[in-house]
């Protein structure tokens, strides 16, 4: 199976602030990976597909790119209603592999 | 209103089996791929299954290959997981998900989730 790891797995930043938040595959996926938001009890929520297509509604401070094995989500002005743990999941190969996730929180 | 609501988690001894059903309520989702995912107390999400509008293909995690099994009934608008000889690291939140794959494969509507407990 395809093997997701995200880094980091935790960040706390001001609200305004630039984060990034890096996925890599264990082999070539091209542009086949999701992002996903989970707030604090919610269910996951889809930010961005094909590595950088932004779902309808989701707010444009939220950007996706990459391609093959490294693969980023920016988030360019920190909002609190951010405060979430966000996965990225390959679609590439069966099975599909979510990673582990990263925790933002505000400082 | 769009949505996609879970049932038939429950609390069950190791070995067990369990039903869990996804109806959609606003949305048909007779012509989409469907899947499962869940979530441990904890830990993070888990793709479970999915299958295609036609149930002619069907996938699995390892982890629940030959326990687990997906299908559906368009006319209901529905969607399950069978789930047999359940094991204790099968606890969870069980969410299912329309996928849609045109342009990309990409889950673009969850439910709420529904809890599964596999303990004696």
């Known amino acids: 199976a395809i093997q997701m790891t995200q880094s980091p797995s935790s960040l706390s930043a001001s609200v305004g602030d630039g984060v990034t938040i890096t996925c890599r595959a264990s082999?070539?996926?091209?542009?086949?990976l999701g992002w996903y938001q989970q707030r604090p009890g919610k269910a996951p929520k889809l930010l961005i597909c094909a590595a950088s297509s932004l779902q309808s509604g989701v707010p444009s401070r939220f950007s996706g790119s990459g391609s093959g094995t490294d693969f980023t989500l920016t988030i360019t002005s920190l909002q609190p209603e951010d405060v979430a743990t966000y996965y990225c999941l390959q679609d590439y190969r069966y099975p599909f592999t979510f990673g582990p996730g990263t925790k933002v929180d505000i400082k | 209103e769009v949505q996609l609501v879970e049932s038939g988690g429950d609390l069950v001894q190791p070995g067990g089996s369990l039903r869990l059903s996804c109806a959609g309520s606003g949305v048909t989702i007779s012509s989409y791929w469907m899947g499962w995912a869940r979530q441990a107390p904890g830990k993070g999400l888990e793709w479970v299954a999915n299958t295609n509008p036609g149930e002619t293909d069907k996938n699995y995690a390892d982890s629940v290959k030959g326990r687990f099994t997906i299908s559906r009934d368009n006319a209901k608008n529905s969607l399950y997981l069978q789930m047999n000889s359940l094991r204790a690291e099968d606890t969870a939140m069980y969410y299912c998900a329309r996928q849609t794959v045109v342009p990309q494969d990409a889950f673009d509507i969850w439910g709420q989730g529904t809890k599964v407990t596999v303990a004696s």
């Open positions: 082999q070539g996926i091209g542009n086949e």
